[in-house]
């Protein structure tokens, strides 16, 4: 079994920054790929940004060149740097971890930016 503890989401003001860890632990041989998404209230949840084991990013365009995703392999760990944050990135943030065949999900942490 694969467990992910999420953490770092909070209240910010808009403009300002956030950083969220998500630590994974249990059965681990090798962590494919990790990523971050997010759902906000009355929305489907939607990526954020993603990181392959050789580090190769992807990021949604509402994100790019704001947000940051980095990763820990010794620590197995996923980071998302969020800066300049604007209102609409209000949303529960999820982490997500590929491992072998299989997908995990952390329970989320919310992120609130206040105007």
């Known amino acids: 079994q694969v467990q992910l503890v999420e953490s770092g989401g909070g209240l910010v003001q808009v403009g300002g920054s956030l950083r969220l860890s998500c630590a994974a632990s249990?059965?681990?041989?090798?962590?494919?790929?990790m990523g971050w998404y997010r759902q906000a209230p009355g929305k489907q949840r939607e990526l954020v940004a993603t990181?392959?084991?050789?580090?190769?990013?992807n990021y949604a365009d509402s994100v790019k060149g704001r947000f940051t995703i980095s990763r820990d392999n010794a620590k197995n760990t996923v980071y998302l740097q969020m800066n300049s944050l604007k209102p609409e990135d209000t949303a529960v943030y999820y982490c997500?971890?590929?491992?072998?065949?299989?997908?995990?999900w952390g329970k989320g942490t919310l992120v609130t930016v206040s105007t």
């Open positions: 997500n971890i590929d491992v072998g065949l299989r997908g995990y």
């Open positions: 249990g059965n681990i041989f090798r962590i494919n790929a």
């Open positions: 990181i392959t084991s050789d580090g190769n990013t």
